[in-house]
């Protein structure tokens, strides 16, 4: 790995070393297991003893090279692969929490790890604490003796709220808690909060790493003796991503700053459509000025990503209306893809919660979520303008 190359260069040139083939790209390590050379060798690296790869539930070629890679985009010291990104999410929650152990949440958060946190986690009697993204002062009150972790999601899904990366370091560090940040929707080239500060960082690949709806995954990075306890736990639990998802992933980021640059300018140009449209009551966009914190995104991201928040006048039922009369966008849960999706977020990916959670975090049922896809502007702009109309 080289620190020293920029963030393209890095991308496109991270491989595993090639094999006697001298292949030019890193072929698919479709294997469940690998061979030793005589008995010491196989005894040495289930002691772990040896750096050597045992079981793809446990390592494989092809995630070193995706780890490689992530790690070098966020700054990171190690990292472990996973199915999905809620498997990531999950697994890093476990690994490092224990039974009466306290987490703090920001509210804003995706619907399964909102599931997560108030289904799951409690059979352990670990507990969660909710907080504004937005006040500080939310987060003081929240600490209690037990508190083990800081969770949070910047830009929040879906309402693309903003939190202060180093506002957050610097509660974390005051308090003693591990900083924990699903950096989705800014990705590695647009945001790295482990430079402000952040302890661990995760990624649904499934989104803009994959970039085209393709396979899923997950990753989280970040210091590695907490990577470590994250690996022994999923070692054993087996939330293991598969070789090919993996050789997918890796050659997907070649081309991640190239999408994220273009997926930026036309959520960019999509948003100021939409606030001067009639139809549309408000728009979040972390790249313009009317954002209520643009100010944070221009300290800590490069551009203002690829999803685009707005309400619809006339509410749940014209929102309906206007999913319904889209001819191009795509409706589906996912995001993250070359193609632009539109979601209705109180109906289906948070939809788990009460309507007064959702009120509390802005879902409102006007509100709809655009995950802006590659497509030509004027495309995307045409479609979402006859739908509105």
């Given at each position: 790995m080289n620190k020293e190359q920029k963030f393209e260069t890095q991308a496109v040139r991270t491989q595993i070393e090639p094999t006697h083939a001298k292949e030019h790209s890193t072929p698919m390590y479709l294997t469940s297991s690998f061979i030793y050379d005589d008995a010491e060798e196989m005894r040495a690296s289930f002691a772990g003893e040896n750096n050597r790869h045992i079981y793809s539930r446990f390592s494989n070629p092809n995630y070193q090279e995706l780890i490689d890679k992530v790690c070098l985009m966020e700054d990171a010291e190690a990292g472990y692969v996973f199915a999905t990104g809620m498997s990531a999410v999950f697994s890093s929650f476990a690994a490092l929490s224990k039974t009466g152990d306290h987490i703090?949440?920001?509210?804003?958060?995706?619907?399964?790890?909102?599931?997560?946190?108030?289904?799951i986690l409690p059979k352990w009697n670990i507990q969660t604490t909710y907080v504004e993204v937005d006040d500080p002062a939310s987060w003081e009150k929240a600490v209690q003796p037990n508190s083990k972790l800081f969770y949070l999601e910047t830009p929040t899904n879906p309402g693309v709220d903003l939190v202060d990366l180093e506002a957050a370091s610097t509660f974390c560090k005051k308090h003693g808690l591990l900083m924990i940040v699903d950096n989705c929707f800014a990705t590695p080239y647009l945001q790295q909060p482990i430079k402000f500060g952040a302890d661990l960082v995760i990624?649904?690949?499934?989104?803009?790493?994959?970039?085209?709806?393709?396979?899923?995954?997950?990753?989280?990075?970040?210091?590695?003796?907490?990577?470590?306890?994250?690996?022994?736990?999923?070692?054993?639990?087996?939330?293991?991503?598969?070789?090919?998802?993996?050789?997918?992933?890796?050659?997907?980021?070649?081309?991640?700053?190239?999408?994220?640059?273009?997926?930026?300018?036309?959520?960019?140009?999509?948003?100021?459509?939409?606030?001067?449209?009639?139809?549309?009551?408000?728009?979040?966009?972390?790249?313009?000025?009317?954002?209520?914190?643009?100010?944070?995104?221009?300290?800590?991201?490069?551009?203002?990503?690829?999803?685009?928040?707005?309400?619809?006048?006339?509410?749940?039922?014209?929102?309906?209306?206007?999913?319904?009369?889209?001819?191009?966008?795509?409706?589906?849960?996912?995001?993250?893809?070359?193609?632009?999706?539109?979601t209705h977020p109180s109906s289906t990916t948070h939809a788990k919660l009460s309507e007064e959670e959702r009120q509390k975090v802005g879902i409102t049922p006007e509100l709809i979520r655009i995950s802006v896809g590659l497509e030509h502007i004027d495309d995307i702009i045409n479609d979402i303008q006859q739908a509105l109309t």
């Open positions: 703090i949440s920001c509210r804003s958060i995706f619907g399964s790890t909102h599931t997560v946190f108030t289904k990624h649904s690949a499934t989104k803009f790493i994959d970039g085209q709806g393709r396979v899923m995954g997950g990753i989280t990075v970040g210091k590695k003796e907490l990577i470590e306890e994250i690996y022994a736990f999923s070692r054993s639990t087996g939330p293991a991503l598969s070789p090919f998802n993996a050789w997918v992933l890796s050659k997907s980021l070649e081309t991640l700053a190239v999408r994220m640059d273009r997926h930026c300018e036309n959520a960019l140009k999509l948003a100021e459509f939409l606030s001067t449209h009639p139809e549309v009551s408000w728009v979040k966009y972390p790249g313009l000025k009317s954002h209520p914190q643009y100010g944070i995104a221009q300290k800590q991201m490069i551009a203002g990503g690829a999803v685009v928040a707005f309400g619809v006048q006339g509410g749940l039922e014209k929102g309906r209306s206007f999913l319904n009369n889209l001819k191009m966008c795509s409706l589906t849960a996912n995001l993250g893809d070359s193609r632009t999706i539109a």
